[in-house]
Antibody
Framework: QVTLRESGPALVKPTQTLTLTCTFS??????????VSWIRQPPGKALEWLAL???????YYSTSLKTRLTISKDTSKNQVVLTMTNMDPVDTATYYC????????????WGQGTMVTVSS | QSALTQPASVSGSPGQSITISCTGT?????????VSWYQQHPGKAPKLMIY???NRPSGVSNRFSGSKSGNTASLTISGLQAEDEADYYC??????????FGGGTKLTVL
């Protein structure tokens, strides 16, 4: 059974750096074709793709946010970490991690999401 | 990367069929057969319903189907049921090796 779970602070202050961890089970990110992505959703708004890391440690970022994002993985711990710098109230959202398979290019399994509020 | 364009809302009566469109460009929807669709109920995580334009994951009802023509992809739900009421999002791979989602469509079952 494949599961993913996001963890991180519920509240961050403006200008701070957000660090989120995605802990997964049921698959290995060292297996060819496996990827993990981060996606966010502001309250009442649409999904927004943020970043992706693949089994070969290749990393891809949203064009509009790439200067603020860093994605990394710890294969031994089955974790993917996303950092976002210079947080702003508009970054208030539920942040999801999801598995993507290269063969289908779809996000087939999602975590439950973690709500992050940016406020002083 | 601009979001894909979806209608804000659609509605239908139980038993009817509805179609949700998702319009992009030749750099995303039109350029690749990597369009997927997600269903999201309030307060829940999205669920994959369609991948690679028209393929259903195991366990997804065959009432859900997908297609694509040019830069526009479509999700059709036949035999509408009350449980289908949710938000639906399309997504596409892009020429920049990124992904883009649509603005979402709220489906109301009357």
């Amino acid at each position: 059974q494949v599961t993913l779970r996001e963890s991180g602070p519920a509240l961050v202050k403006p200008t701070q750096t957000l660090t989120l961890t995605c802990t997964f089970s049921g698959f290995s990110l060292s297996t060819s074709g496996m990827c993990v992505s981060w996606i966010r959703q502001p309250p009442g708004k649409a999904l927004e793709w943020l970043a992706l890391i693949d089994w070969d440690d290749d990393k891809y970022y949203s064009t509009s946010l790439k200067t603020r994002l860093t994605i990394s993985k710890d294969t031994s711990k089955n974790q993917v970490v996303l950092t976002m710098t210079n947080m702003d109230p508009v970054d208030t959202a539920t942040y999801y991690c999801a598995r993507k398979l290269v063969v289908t290019d779809a996000f087939d399994i999602w975590g439950q999401g973690t709500m992050v509020t940016v406020s002083s | 990367q601009s979001a894909l364009t979806q209608p804000a809302s659609v509605s239908g009566s139980p038993g009817q069929s509805i179609t949700i469109s998702c319009t992009g460009t030749s750099s995303d929807v039109g350029g690749y057969n990597y369009v997927s669709w997600y269903q999201q109920h309030p307060g829940k995580a999205p669920k994959l319903m369609i991948y690679e334009v028209s393929n259903r994951p195991s366990g997804v009802s065959n009432r859900f189907s997908g297609s694509k023509s040019g830069n526009t992809a479509s999700l059709t739900i036949s035999g509408l049921q009350a449980e289908d009421e949710a938000d639906y999002y399309c997504s596409s791979y892009t020429s920049s090796s990124t992904h883009v989602f649509g603005g979402g469509t709220k489906l109301t079952v009357l």
